[in-house]
């Protein structure tokens, strides 16, 4: 199947009679005509439903279709994109492990990792996303456990560099962690990049209407866990809280990561989608093939109308031919990368914040990557726990302002870019 015919077919196909979109089981509970039958899926004998704490039916049709855009044998879904990420580091490296990241990612990542996930023991190296193959060599260490960066940096717009992360992932024998929130498997599949497992913010383009918050870890099920057994115990010993399971042995290559996500890590911190908006996300999966032409169309329109502003001092958009990341973007999403944009007002940072204060159909929001288009100035506000030092770090200099072109008529959002524009 093509992806715009997996957004609407897949993850869930009714059987005679049955509802054509996907039941929404608002239960927390499932019932068994015995004892013995509950136990078996307590000790992960059986599969099937019993708290939806662990799994839920609506919850597994969704995780089933993301998995199937990605193109990855098993997934889940999660409360947030955060933990969604945390999920999928915590689920391969605890107290006294290591890990490597590209240091252009989503300020809300950034934080987890080197703030709140360092107090848990772990330790984060962040390297330049275009560092020379010996600096990334060099960033790996003994207790090293994966390597995580993002296919397109939320706000940076850095386009990652897979095919050099995972080399150097697989070549110390550890996977690579994709957040591909931005581009969405519409525009790039990461596993055919040598990704390993996929992270997702569902809340931006997935969801895609401002409707509800949500997260989705993907395996691709191709991360061979026992030939680096020494690395990861989690899953390659045994499990004395599951009666000594070996989650590599039992459930392969294949399985073994999301079922030890699941019975483990949602068990233990509870961070489960709600059925209900599984059931929303999925409503937004259904149309994500048609409406990120659409966020493409406008981004690539409203870069190259910004780019000839003479009130614009700097544009960055990976689909213009100025982007240093132009070929790696063209290699990597042919089709088109997302709707986000961001640039500089001349001026600087009181020139743009009285630029968005003009703008009208425009609204100031956190948020990105949706129906409607929206801009923010990231230094004053989701980066603004950030030193300056950390910012550039981050690739987000103070005079950055990030638009995300949403789905409305292109001469509409250029209409109003530019009455704001004039008016400073
Ligand atoms: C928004 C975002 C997140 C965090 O997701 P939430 O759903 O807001 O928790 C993670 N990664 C990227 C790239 C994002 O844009």
């Not at 997934?75 to 969604?84: E, F, I, N, R, V």
């Not at 596993?191 to 931006?204: C, E, L, N, P, R």
Request: a negative charge; proline letters at 4%.
């Amino acid at each position: 199947m093509y992806q715009d015919t997996k957004c609407i077919e897949g993850g869930y196909t009714p059987k005679n009679g049955e509802s054509r979109m996907i039941p929404i089981v608002q239960s927390t509970t499932f019932k068994y005509d015995t004892s013995a039958d509950m136990g078996k899926l307590f000790d992960l004998e059986a599969s099937g439903y019993f708290y939806s704490r662990l799994q839920n039916p609506t919850n597994d049709y969704v995780a089933a279709k993301i998995a199937e855009l990605e193109g990855g044998t098993a997934a889940m879904l999660t409360s947030s994109g955060q933990a969604a990420n945390f999920f999928a580091i915590f689920n391969i490296a605890t107290a006294g492990d290591h890990v490597v990241a590209s240091a252009s990612i989503y300020g809300g990542t950034y934080n987890l990792f080197k703030v709140t996930m360092a107090k848990m023991g772990i330790e984060f190296t962040f390297v330049e996303p275009d560092c020379t193959d010996e600096e990334l060599d060099a960033a790996f260490q003994e207790n090293t456990k994966a390597v995580f960066g993002e296919t397109i940096a939320n706000p940076a717009l850095t386009v990652f560099d897979f095919e050099r992360f995972a080399n150097a992932a697989h070549a110390h024998g550890v996977p690579l962690i994709v957040d591909n929130t931005f581009a969405t498997p519409i525009n790039c599949r990461p596993f055919q990049w040598g990704a390993d497992i996929v992270t997702h913010s569902t809340t931006k383009y997935m969801d895609g209407h401002d409707a509800t918050v949500g997260g989705c870890i993907v395996d691709s099920g191709k991360f061979d866990w026992m030939a680096n057994a020494d690395k990861f115990p989690g899953l390659c010993t045994p499990d004395e809280s599951y009666h000594g399971i070996v989650y590599a042995e039992k459930f392969g290559k294949e399985g073994a990561y999301i079922t030890k996500a699941t019975s483990q890590l949602m068990r233990d911190f509870g961070a489960i989608q709600a059925p209900m908006n599984a059931y929303l996300i999925n409503l937004g999966l259904e149309s994500l093939a048609v409406r990120m032409a659409r966020h493409c169309e406008n981004g690539q329109a409203v870069a190259e109308f910004l780019e000839q502003h003479p009130n614009v001092s700097w544009v960055n958009y990976p689909g213009l031919k100025s982007s240093k990341d132009y070929e790696r973007a063209k290699k990597y999403m042919p089709n088109g990368t997302c709707g986000v944009v961001s640039f500089g007002v001349k001026g600087g940072r009181e020139a743009a914040e009285k630029f968005m204060s003009a703008l009208s159909l425009a609204i100031i929001a956190t948020h990105v990557a949706d129906a409607h288009t929206c801009v923010l100035h990231p230094a004053s506000s989701t980066h603004r726990q950030l030193s300056d030092q950390e910012l550039l770090e981050c690739g987000v200099p103070g005079d950055m302002v990030r638009l995300s072109c949403g789905i409305e008529d292109k001469r509409d959002i250029i209409a109003d870019l530019d009455q704001a524009l004039k008016s400073i």
